[in-house]
């Protein structure tokens, strides 16, 4: 059964560092979309992207984020400068429509920053 | 504005037991999207049900069920027979106009041998 992969399962990085999560979509999938979940905490949207480019972001989706396609399967959320806050677990997911088709999530990047 | 409201923090039964975990939500959109997930211990979502505005059938999966009801603007979800596997953080999310999920503070469910 085809799934979201992503990479790497858990990043620590110090503060400041520019990290990159890495996401690989279900391969006939158009739409993909990165959530956040700060430990014990709800989910939260970040970005959802579509036809190599952004369709909606949220209001925690600034500019130290950048979302790329850089390839045909491949799909990453950079964090130019971490900050503590930022803390949390990355959820990368996608869908082979918007709207009422379910969204398929990865396993999540667990990301530490200190 | 948009919103989902899990009342239910933390819900705690016996194996076998039946629960329901509670979700309301909030849209002004009239097509709209519900949707349910489970977040095991190993932290991973996994999609269980979705359900459109203009379906107000309830659903039956096995032990699942939901029922969706838009005059009180709810979506619950009961679990029958509860096992111990059933252990998660469930999530109830509504899909906006955009496209984007709106997630629910979610409900953890434990379920003692």
């Known amino acids: 059964e085809p799934e979201v992969t992503q990479t790497p399962s858990h990043q620590v990085t110090q503060m400041g560092q520019e990290v990159i999560l890495r996401c690989v979509p279900i391969s006939n999938h158009l739409y993909f979309y990165w959530y956040r979940q700060i430990l014990g905490q709800k989910v939260e949207f970040l970005v959802s992207?579509?036809?190599?480019?952004?369709?909606?972001k949220s209001e925690i989706f600034d500019d130290q984020f950048s979302v790329e396609r850089p390839d045909g399967s491949n799909f990453t959320l950079k964090i130019r400068s971490t900050k503590l806050e930022d803390s949390a677990m990355y959820f990368c997911a996608s869908s082979e429509r918007s709207g009422d088709y379910e969204q398929y999530f990865g396993p999540g990047t667990r990301l530490t920053v200190t | 504005a948009q919103k989902v409201t899990q009342a239910q923090t933390e819900i705690s039964v016996v194996e076998k037991e039946d629960v329901t975990l509670d979700c309301v939500y909030e849209t002004r959109d009239t097509t709209y999207y519900l949707f349910w997930y489970k977040q095991p211990p190993s932290g991973e979502l996994v999609f269980l049900i979705r359900?459109?505005?203009?379906d107000e059938q309830n659903e039956i999966s096995g032990r699942y069920s939901w029922n969706f009801q838009k005059s009180t603007s709810s979506f619950n979800f009961t679990i029958t027979a509860s096992q111990v596997v059933d252990s998660a953080v469930y999530f109830c999310?509504?899909?906006?106009?955009?496209?984007?999920?709106?997630w629910g503070a979610g409900t953890k469910l434990i379920i003692k041998p």
């Open positions: 999310a509504l899909s906006n106009s955009n496209y984007q999920l709106i």
């Open positions: 992207f579509y036809n190599n480019e952004i369709s909606e």
């Open positions: 359900r459109n505005s203009f």
